[in-house]
């Protein structure tokens, strides 16, 4: 078995693992890098599958992060549709499927996340899909013939996305929510009501309190059995009920995890040379009361910085804001820091009708809010959160009043 050396390997080809590569070059780094990842795809967003790309609006080659010259010019070893099977880290090795071994000085785990998978019979009849990479979009676009009828089961930003795509597209579309709201895992009810709303009024059948009993069909899908023994019809599936972190390698390595790969603020493991980023690291937030895992663009962004930071020997905490936005027909949420164990919720404006936003409070300290097509609140509030602010609530809930005049009060 060959055994090559490299200052870096970055486990991963997805966002956070190219914001890593792409960073160190950034600052000058000029050992070996190498990144590897399962994916056939040069690294790409994920946010646009569900949304732009899936409707047809936005081509592939808009996806990638950086054209395909930009990493061999920079020296930049990329290994794709191949896996990291095992990490030895006494050793400092890691072996790949194609049979090879990287030895490192620095180790960067960029594993992500996989599809939760929906634990009902019939879900593996061909017509049901799930939505994490390039290729499940494709998937779905092939599947999508005029005129088809399509469920989403999960009512989470994803399944949300892909409903309003699919009606953009003209398709009948039915949502399926296990809970009593959408986004309940992400938002306040102020905030899911108005989707639920908002996808109603567009077309969708949304049906909350509702649990899969069964995904039916012969020899592909033809509909999805509800608790209630109801048949919705279906030719295509869409499954969007969250992700599971890829964290197998890192634990099998004896490396702690938890809902993830445990990390300290500075994104390193429980070994100095392994550091974990991006959706898969269960990291301590101070924007939080505990420690979590983020789902987003922001979150491995800014992690492979501070990856960046601990491998130069430059190292900062990690302690950026954290943000995250959907886009659903007319409609942009934008959201500023973690609406988590809220006391108080301010509006601004009025829920009936975008624009608005929806301040969160705790113990009068502003930690959070939703913006909804205002990103005015949205910039101004990224500011206001950061700071740790306590605004005048007469003011804060007076959409005449800029967000952007609170920040004169420190907490
Ligand atoms: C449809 C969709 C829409 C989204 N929309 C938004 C949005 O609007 N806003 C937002 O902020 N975020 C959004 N997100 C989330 C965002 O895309 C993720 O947070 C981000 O991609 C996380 O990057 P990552 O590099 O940590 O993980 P990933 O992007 O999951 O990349 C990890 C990569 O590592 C590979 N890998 C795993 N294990 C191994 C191994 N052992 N060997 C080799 N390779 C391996 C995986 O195959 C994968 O390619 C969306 C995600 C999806 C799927």
Not at 340 to 345: A, G, K, L, S, V
Request: with cysteine; aromatic share 6%; glycine share 10%.
């Amino acid at each position: 078995m060959a055994t090559v050396e490299r200052d870096v390997l970055i486990v991963g080809a997805g966002h956070a693992a190219a914001m890593a590569a792409v960073g160190l070059r950034q600052k000058g780094f000029a050992g070996s890098i190498a990144m590897v990842g399962e994916e056939a795809a040069l690294p790409y967003e994920r946010p646009p599958l569900s949304k732009a790309y899936l409707a047809g609006t936005l081509e592939a080659q808009r996806l990638y992060l950086r054209k395909a010259e930009f990493w061999q010019e920079r020296a930049i070893d990329v290994r794709l549709s191949t896996r990291v099977t095992g990490l030895d880290p006494q050793a400092r090795t890691a072996t790949l499927s194609t049979g090879e071994a990287i030895r490192y000085t620095w180790c960067i785990l960029a594993t992500g996340g996989r599809v939760r998978p929906l634990p009902c019979p019939g879900a593996d009849l061909p017509g049901v899909h799930y939505l994490r990479t390039l290729e499940d979009v494709d998937g779905i676009r092939a599947s999508l013939k005029p005129g088809a009828r399509l469920a989403v089961i999960g009512g989470g930003y994803i399944g949300l996305e892909v409903a309003a795509s699919a009606r953009k597209l003209g398709h009948e579309v039915t949502l399926i929510e296990a809970l009593d709201r959408v986004l309940a895992r992400v938002t306040s009810p102020v905030v899911s009501r108005f989707f639920e709303a908002k996808h109603r009024a567009e077309g969708v059948d949304v049906r909350l309190n509702t649990a899969v009993a069964a995904i039916v069909g012969e020899t592909a899908v033809t509909g999805v059995q509800l608790g209630s023994g109801e048949v919705i019809p279906a030719d295509v599936v869409v499954v969007g009920i969250g992700i599971l972190p890829n964290s197998e390698l890192a634990q099998e390595a004896g490396l702690p995890c938890d809902n993830g790969i445990v990390v300290d603020a500075f994104c390193r493991t429980a070994d100095p040379a392994i550091l974990a980023i991006g959706d898969v690291a269960r990291h301590p937030n101070r924007f939080a009361p505990g420690a979590l895992r983020l789902e987003s663009v922001q979150n491995a962004v800014d992690q492979a910085k501070t990856a960046v930071g601990v491998i130069l020997g430059t190292p900062e905490p990690y302690a950026d804001l954290p943000w995250f936005w959907s886009d659903q027909y007319d409609i942009k949420l934008q959201t500023a820091g973690l609406a988590i164990d809220y006391d108080e919720i301010i509006v601004r404006g009025s829920p009936e009708a975008a624009p608005f936003s929806v301040c969160y409070l705790r113990q009068g300290k502003l930690i959070a809010l939703d913006c909804i097509n205002s990103i005015k609140d949205f910039m101004a509030g990224k500011k206001l959160v950061a700071a740790g602010l306590e605004p005048d609530r007469t003011l804060l809930c007076d959409p005449d009043h800029a967000l952007k005049d609170l920040m004169t009060a420190p907490a």
